[in-house]
């Protein structure tokens, strides 16, 4: 008898939380059509909606991140973005859009090569997060230096050559 009641209990449950799911995924698009719109305050409507049900959603948080920061609200951009990658830490973009908001910010370089860096873990196919890794060490200074990391900035594009060669781009990178 209680085997029978936790199972009905656990039933129960797992419906009404699919049910919140399907509502929160329901803001969401309802959020992302706003947001091509360029509606950023129905989108930011719908994206507070969709986290009172799930505050876990971590494309939720990503989206209102990228409103965050077209409003110019960096540190809010940055704190949607961190909670986007505290959810869901496999989205290689979350990581590298948040390195390019410490650069945008002018944080500490540490911070952007560690982002781009968990960026290229995730996905090391992906020449263009080494030309932004590259772009980062010759744009910015490591913590006690008095110049960018060039050296590191060559190294880095010549890993990403070694991936795709015929990449005028990363040729004209390397040159600079």
């Known amino acids: 008898m209680k ?19 399907d509502q929160a995924a329901a803001h969401f698009v309802a959020a992302r059509e ?6 950023l305050a129905k ?5 507070d909606s ?6 876990k959603y971590a494309e939720a948080h990503w989206l209102l991140a990228n409103i965050a920061e077209q409003e110019d ?25 948040r390195a ?12 952007i090569i560690s982002d781009i860096e968990n960026a290229i873990y995730l996905k090391p196919d992906n020449v263009e997060y080494y030309r932004l890794k590259g772009f980062y060490y010759a744009h910015t200074l490591a913590y006690g230096e008095m110049y960018p990391s060039y050296n590191k900035d060559i190294s880095t594009l010549t890993a ?3 991936m ?8 004209f990178d390397r040159g600079n």
């Open 3 to 21: 085997k029978s009641l936790l199972f009905i209990l656990v039933f129960i449950g797992s419906y009404f939380v699919g049910l919140g799911q």
């Open 34 to 39: 706003y947001y091509k719109n360029n509606e």
């Open 43 to 47: 989108a930011q409507l719908e994206l």
């Open 50 to 55: 969709a986290l009172r049900i799930n505050p």
């Open 73 to 97: 609200d960096l540190s809010l951009a940055m704190k949607q973005l961190s909670e986007t990658i505290v959810n869901d830490p496999t989205l290689a973009e979350a990581y590298a859009e």
């Open 100 to 111: 390019a908001l410490h650069y945008k910010m002018q944080d500490h370089q540490n911070y």
């Open 160 to 162: 990403a050559l070694a």
């Open 164 to 171: 795709d060669s015929d990449n005028a781009e990363l040729y």
